[in-house]
């Protein structure tokens, strides 16, 4: 157990619905980074939050957005979803900048979202 | 922008035989090197990472990885790999002294044969 929750577990939908993913860090710790993993397109970064503010921005697209909230959990929200959006959307959390400093990702389990 | 490449989508190996798994990335001077492993229906864990310092990395679970500037690469080994390690494997890159975002390669994963 990491330390990280991510909710939901599974979520289905449908083509052109809005979804919101949510993300507890672990204790302690100030960043929080978003993946999206799927099979042709690996593991990609999405998004990165450090004390509620952002910090760095990946390959994110337009319909979907992020924050992070003063008691530092996080939430990506997923807009007019299409069926490539399928895939499993991991949360990770670090103390600090884990690029500047190498501190390890912590990872969650991961939300796997199925849009119909 | 930094890149990694993971060389081989997936590599059979029989149970009890060495194992290697190639990673090469974009050259530069100041960059941190991780190897992050994702058992199934889980997220990923830390294996082992250089920061500075040794160029031999050792990590959990018998893993360990050399740092090679020279051929940017830093390739992970293990010399007896179990059924337990069947999983995948992501090497990833950042560049510290550009407060960069951390990249992850495509990820290769790894069959143990009985």
């Known amino acids: 157990d990491s330390g990280v929750t991510q909710t939901p577990k599974h979520l289905i939908t449908a083509t052109g619905q809005r979804v919101t993913l949510r993300c507890s860090p672990r204790?302690?710790?100030?960043?929080v980074y978003w993946y999206q993993q799927s099979l042709d397109q690996g593991l990609q970064f999405l998004i990165q939050y450090y004390n509620g503010e952002e910090r760095a921005k990946g390959n994110i697209l337009e319909r979907f957005s992020a924050q992070q909230f003063p008691d530092l959990h996080s939430e990506l929200n997923l807009s007019s979803l299409e069926l490539g959006d399928s895939a499993l959307y991991f949360c990770a959390s670090s103390p600090g900048l884990a690029g500047v400093t190498g501190e390890t990702q912590y990872f969650g389990p991961g939300t796997r979202l199925l849009v119909l | 922008a930094q890149s990694v490449t993971q060389l081989d989508s997936q590599v059979p190996v029989f149970e009890e035989a060495p194992v290697e798994l190639r990673c090469n990335y974009s050259s530069s001077v100041s960059v941190y090197l991780f190897w992050y492993v994702q058992y199934p229906n889980q997220g990923l864990q830390l294996l082992l990472k250089y920061l500075s310092g040794s160029t031999l990395v050792k990590g959990i679970n018998g893993f360990e990885a050399e740092f090679n500037k020279s051929q940017t690469s830093f390739h992970l080994r293990k010399p007896s790999v179990h059924i337990s390690d069947t999983a995948e494997y992501f090497c990833?890159?950042?560049?510290?002294?550009?407060?960069?975002?951390?990249?992850f390669g495509k990820g290769t994963r790894l069959h143990i044969l009985p």
């Open positions: 204790s302690g710790d100030l960043s």
């Open positions: 990833a890159v950042t560049r510290w002294d550009r407060d960069d975002k951390i990249i």
